[in-house]
T-cell receptor, first 113, second 111 residues
Framework: SQTIHQWPATLVQPVGSPLSLECTVE??????LYWYRQAAGRGLQLLFY??????ISSEVPQNLSASRPQDRQFILSSKKLLLSDSGFYLC????????????FGPGTRLTVT | TQLLEQSPQFLSIQEGENLTVYCNSS?????LQWYRQEPGEGPVLLVT?????EVKKLKRLTFQFGDARKDSSLHITAAQPGDTGLYLC???????????FGAGTQVVVTP
């Protein structure tokens, strides 16, 4: 069966510091991968998605970037965090070319102070 | 951009009551997903509907996809405290597997 991991689970970082959040998927090959941000109790905003190694598409202009160095690894980064980067970050995967079903990781709670 | 509107935004009911959550759009989707999310956790996929007029049942939960594939509803019968959570609908149809999410309906079921 497939599993998706995210770490860290929680993170508190000062403004201006760098960020690296990691997501890995097990049990599947060549998945589509997604990064979302969620405001408290609300819907999900798609930040980035990737359909293959080294291929990244950005949905909204922002202070963040993403990379996919391996087939089942997706990384969300920032060189200098802003207060507005605080939120709940979710990684998801789906079967490439399959139904639009996405499966989510447990999320990372980021607080920028 | 395809927009999905969920209503109501918040629903508080007593255990044993029924509830319905709606998800509406002016756009057609090839599929519609419903998720439930608990605080501090990732959303969990409940169901996918793909055919206009389709009805799926998952124990006390009934999901319906509109005939025109623009809207959907989630009905919970005899709600229990364990049904408490944020319910999200998401429409699909993009070739990259992207989903358009609604803003969510927060459901609270009190004993």
């Amino acid at each position: 069966s497939q599993t998706i991991h995210q770490w860290p689970a929680t993170l508190v970082q000062p403004v201006g510091s760098p960020l690296s959040l990691e997501c890995t998927v097990e049990g599947t090959s060549n998945p589509n991968l997604y990064w979302y941000r969620q405001a408290a109790g609300r819907g999900l905003q798609l930040l980035f998605y990737s359909v293959g190694i080294g291929q990244i598409s950005s949905e909204v202009p922002q202070n963040l970037s993403a990379s996919r160095p391996q087939d089942r690894q997706f990384i969300l980064s920032s060189k200098k965090l802003l207060l507005s980067d605080s939120g709940f970050y979710l990684c998801a995967w789906s079967i490439a070319g399959g139904p639009n079903r996405q499966y989510f990781g447990p999320g990372t709670r980021l607080t920028v102070t | 951009t395809q927009l999905l509107e969920q209503s109501p935004q918040f629903l508080s009911i007593q255990e044993g009551e029924n509830l319905t959550v709606y998800c509406n759009s002016s756009s057609v989707f090839s599929s519609l997903q419903w998720y439930r999310q608990e605080p501090g956790e990732g959303p969990v996929l409940l169901v996918t509907v793909v055919t206009g007029g389709e009805v799926k049942k998952l124990k006390r939960l009934t999901f319906q996809f509109g005939d025109a594939r623009k809207d959907s509803s989630l009905h919970i019968t005899a709600a229990q405290p364990g049904d408490t959570g944020l319910y999200l609908c998401a429409g699909g149809g993009d070739s990259w597997g992207k989903l358009q999410f609604g803003a969510g309906t927060q459901v609270v079921v009190t004993p």
